[in-house]
């Protein structure tokens, strides 16, 4: 492994802090390989599952997913560790730092200190990168941020032990056999039918059909209801949508930059082509969609819920278009 | 190929951070950009500002003698009910009735201690919480 770490910044912080993982370990995979080739794009509306009093809304596959199907789909091991407390977890990741091995860790938002105080809340899911150590401080590459940041190792055990939902239990880990001579034509289209499969399934609530789900969900809300609730419903959406993750429909494009990029391994690229298209429209209706929403929660009594799930419904149907070609790759 | 639009508002949320989103280039070649949403501002500040009421709400209840300081320092905290329940370890309607005043005044040391430090606070910041 190379001394010598450089950090980068990515849309996303599972699929980046995967995808530097293996690059740095000698697999070179950008971004867009790695969320596409763990068939990632999701849709998930589960109102049973609160986060705050909110229904659990997801614009991708479910936290760990990445991690735990890139070395299913690409044989790779892949070391997971948890950990009974702080004290074990924080001596093993100076460890691991002393001899200079990368490692990722999932963390909770709420306790990283160099988040800007308004994007701190319990999100418990957030993946990073350790590259080094300087005194009580860890080098850190958190691959939402521009640059490199410093945390002392005390809030950082405190981030990698938040409970709560996806509670991360000090989860630390890194590659250890990558494979060589991978069939990437075959691993691609299998990835790709994958995720046409999950986007297209008959369960209410996930993939297209969840999106409709919840597009009926918000055209029987009640405009006359508390407008309290109603502003947090809203944003609640949109910020599920956004925050942490990519702008807008970001991962609607993440998606389709994976289409366009595994061109180069003699599939039809006409049909890539067009799918990715389609999720491009996708994407940019997803955030005529999310401006839909802060527009009426601004002026509660202009709220027009109908209009607000057409454009959902709008965008659902782009992705459906695109999973049933997608399906059909030969 | 469709055109991916950039937004490049203000997002005063992220506190001068850039994020980044992928778009295409003229080429048609994907790429990341920094971008800045104001739709995403206006979500974050929502749910900051909720919090605000919450914890106005609370100092309120305090006043009157109904809720309890724990549930100050859980909106304090940005925490919901499981979420602080699960942080001190105790079932969901035992936390609920902490956030009572009077359920709060009977509780002993060894569990007030556990609620200051789920919010990395003093045991005295909960006893003698002033309005």
Redesign the interface.
């Known amino acids: 492994m190379s001394e010598k770490f450089e950090h980068s ?3 996303h912080c599972e699929s980046g802090v995967v995808s530097t993982l293996l690059t740095h370990y000698g697999l070179k995979l950008s971004e ?1 390989m790695v969320f596409g080739l763990t068939s990632s794009l999701s849709f998930v509306f589960l109102p049973i599952i ?4 909110m229904p659990l809304i997801a614009y991708r596959e479910l936290p760990k997913n990445i991690i735990n199907k890139v070395s299913k789909v690409l044989g790779i091991e892949i070391v997971k560790k948890t950990y009974k407390n702080g004290v074990e977890a924080n001596n093993d990741l100076t460890k691991f730092v002393e001899d200079k091995q990368l490692v990722g860790l999932q963390t909770s938002v ?1 306790y990283l200190p160099y988040f ?7 999100f418990n899911a957030h993946n990073l990168l350790v590259y080094g150590k300087e005194g009580s401080d860890y080098k850190i590459s958190d691959p ?3 640059e490199a940041v410093l945390c002392d190792e005390k809030e950082l055990t405190r981030a990698r032990f ?4 996806f ?1 991360p239990k000090g989860f630390m880990y890194y590659p250890k056999n990558i494979p060589t001579n991978l069939d990437f034509s075959s691993i691609v289209k299998k990835a790709i039918k994958k995720n046409a499969k999950s986007m297209l399934t008959p369960f209410p609530y996930a993939g297209v059909k969840g999106m409709r789900t919840l597009a009926k969900k918000i055209s029987k809300l009640n405009p006359n209801s508390d407008p ?1 609730y109603l ?2 419903y809203l ?2 959406i ?2 599920m949508q ?2 942490i993750g ?3 429909g ?1 991962f609607r ?2 998606y ?2 994976f289409l ?2 595994v061109k180069k391994y003699d599939l039809d690229n006409e049909l890539l ?1 067009e799918a ?2 389609l999720l ?2 996708s ?2 209706t997803l ?1 005529e969609f ?2 839909l929403c ?1 527009e009426s ?2 002026k509660i009594d202009k709220f027009d819920a109908n209009k607000i799930a057409e454009k959902l419904v709008e965008a659902s149907k782009y992705e459906e278009e695109a999973f049933k070609l997608l399906k059909k790759i030969q | 190929m469709e055109k991916i639009e950039v937004p490049q508002e203000e997002n005063k949320t992220l506190d001068g951070i850039k994020k980044v989103m992928y778009t295409t280039d003229n080429d048609g070649e994907f790429k990341t950009a920094n971008y800045g949403s104001s739709v995403e501002e206006f979500a974050t500040q929502v749910a900051v500002e909720e919090y605000e009421v919450l914890k106005q709400e609370s100092l309120e209840n305090i006043k009157k003698g109904l809720s309890s300081p724990i549930e100050y320092f859980m909106f304090e905290n940005r925490m919901d009910l499981p979420t602080l329940a699960s942080v001190v370890g105790m079932f969901q309607f035992r936390v609920k009735r902490h956030l009572k005043m009077n359920n709060f005044k009977k509780l002993n040391d060894k569990i007030l201690s556990k609620y200051a430090q789920a919010f990395n606070i003093k045991i005295e910041e909960l006893k003698d919480f002033n309005v």
């Open positions: 910044q990515f849309a867009p609160k986060l705050n009093n709420f800007p105080k308004d994007m701190r809340f319990h939402v941020f521009e938040a409970k709560g939902v509670a309290r502003k947090n944003t609640h949109v910020r956004e925050e990519t702008g807008g970001g494009f993440l389709a930059a366009k990029e082509d990715s298209s491009v429209k994407g940019n955030r999310a401006l802060v929660s601004k």
